[in-house]
């Protein structure tokens, strides 16, 4: 009897160290950088965000944030990347418009299904804005509405990426508007945008973060004929909404926080109170606020309910609109 007591404490103390243990593992994280990784290329608005939220969260982790440009089919090669990491919270994907909608586009994703993460933080929403190089002859939405029932398939289009919110943007546009356009798909904001510029699109549905710094304070390299959201925009006074040549058009663009399913409750936490912190930091709200970007910051099932809804809503205008990913 007493040896069987004694096996039973002896057991018992074993399994409490191995829960301080891992206990005293998950307070000391991050032990090493936290890999940030953007599915885009350098210099859109996605990049921006990563970059300046993260680091701001180096200050509170207390240990770099490294972000990682890993562009590509979609988003699906980065977002693929840290879906098969370890889920140890040193591998975070900055999600955005394409995560909810490439369930719907994609016949095989190659992690399968969005249940290979795990939600972290919803950082914010914001509209899209169709935008044309300032010397376009195009000076708002029913020219262009005009010059593509003129000339179906003539006036293109530019995106991030097949399945991100300039391309479902277009779609939904030329679908509720009853006009054919040309899609032209890059790997990130940065480049389609300097296309743009350069004269070889006509036009752009772009994320408000990417096209804000090349819309007035005297640049003048892009002009802003409609916001994408159902209400005008206070980032973009006196830019009208699409919807009112296109009734009922709406888009919104969103940028949230994901890590590989499997991460640690207490990793989690840990990356979600950093984040929430640096999004209320005064520097990221300056930065973006202005860019039309309403900032939520709030648990990580503020992210899994909106990015749900997201997806069923998306579902059902792909099959209705028969939009298919290029």
């Not at 608005?45 to 590509?72: C, F, H, W, Y």
């Not at 840290?82 to 995560?99: C, E, I, L, M």
């Not at 973060?209 to 980032?235: C, D, H, Q």
């Not at 109170?273 to 099932?301: C, M, Q, S, T």
């Amino acid at each position: 009897m007493l040896h069987s007591i004694a096996r039973r404490s002896a057991a018992s103390t074993v399994f409490l160290a191995a829960l301080i243990g891992a206990a005293g593992a998950f307070a000391a994280f991050p032990e090493k950088p936290v890999r940030m990784v953007v599915p885009f290329a350098p210099g859109g608005g996605t990049d921006l965000i990563a970059r300046t939220l993260g680091t701001e969260m180096s200050k509170d982790l207390g240990q770099p944030v490294i972000v990682e440009n890993k562009p590509g089919a979609g988003t699906m090669i980065g977002t693929d990347n840290v879906a098969k990491s370890a889920p140890d919270g040193y591998s975070v994907v900055v999600a955005s418009f394409a995560h909810a909608t490439n369930p719907a586009l994609q016949p095989k994703l190659p992690y399968g299904s969005n249940q290979a993460f795990a939600p972290v933080m919803l950082i914010g929403r914001g509209p899209n804005v169709l935008v044309v190089r300032n010397e376009s002859p195009y000076k708002t939405v029913a020219d262009v509405l005009a010059a593509a029932q003129a000339q179906p398939d003539k006036l293109t289009y530019a995106s991030q990426g097949a399945g991100t919110s300039a391309h479902l943007a277009g779609e939904l546009f030329a679908n509720q508007a009853k006009v054919k356009l040309t899609h032209v798909p890059y790997r990130g904001a940065g480049p389609a945008l300097t296309d743009l510029m350069g004269g070889q699109v006509d036009m752009m549905f772009a994320t408000a973060a990417a096209v804000s710094p090349f819309i007035g304070n005297g640049n003048g390299k892009l002009r802003a004929l409609g916001v994408t959201t159902a209400e005008p925009s206070a980032a973009f006074k006196g830019v009208p909404t699409i919807a009112s040549s296109v009734p009922g058009y709406r888009v919104e663009s969103w940028y949230g926080l994901y890590v590989p399913a499997g991460t640690p409750a207490a990793v989690i936490d840990r990356l979600n109170a950093a984040a929430r912190k640096a999004a209320r930091a005064p520097d990221f709200v300056r930065k973006l606020e202005h860019e039309g970007l309403v900032i939520n910051a709030g648990p990580p099932a503020e992210l899994e309910a909106y990015v749900q809804t997201e997806e069923r809503r998306w579902a059902q205008i792909v099959k209705e609109s028969n939009i298919k990913p290029d």
